[in-house]
């Protein structure tokens, strides 16, 4: 059965940095399309990044320059690194795995078979 552990959340000033960890069991996620989303109250869930087989990576227009998302294999994690945080960063993040090698398509969440229970960040001004 596979699971997804998100870590790392927490509440930082604007212009602080946080690092997601999501733990990957029960799935070979090297051979997978993982994803990082977030949802902030009253909003839709919106795709933050991700990273292929490959390790290529694919990002948001909100957060181009300012994440960072990669992967441990020898430690089957995904991370997220967040740094110029800013408050309307502020959502529960999930991080989500997909069967396929590339991230085609990698901000639909449909795509996604797997899904963690979320850590929430919160940046205050």
């Known amino acids: 059965q596979v699971q997804l552990v998100e870590s790392g959340g927490g509440s930082v000033q604007a212009g602080g940095s946080l690092r997601l960890s999501c733990a990957v069991s029960?799935?070979?996620?090297?051979?997978?399309?993982m994803g990082w989303f977030r949802q902030a109250p009253g909003k839709e869930r919106e795709g933050v990044a991700a990273?292929?087989?490959?390790?290529?990576?694919s990002y948001g227009d909100s957060v181009k320059g300012r994440f960072i998302i990669s992967k441990d294999m020898a430690k089957n994690t995904l991370y997220l690194q967040m740094n110029s945080l800013k408050p309307e960063d502020t959502a529960m993040y999930y991080c989500?795995?997909?069967?396929?090698?590339?991230?085609?398509?990698?901000?639909?969440?449909?795509?996604?078979?797997?899904w963690g229970q979320g850590t929430q960040v919160t940046v205050s001004s």
């Open positions: 989500a795995a997909d069967r396929s090698r590339t991230c085609m398509g990698w901000a639909h969440e449909e795509k996604y078979s797997y």
């Open positions: 029960g799935y070979m996620y090297i051979s997978a399309c």
């Open positions: 990273i292929d087989t490959d390790g290529n990576t």
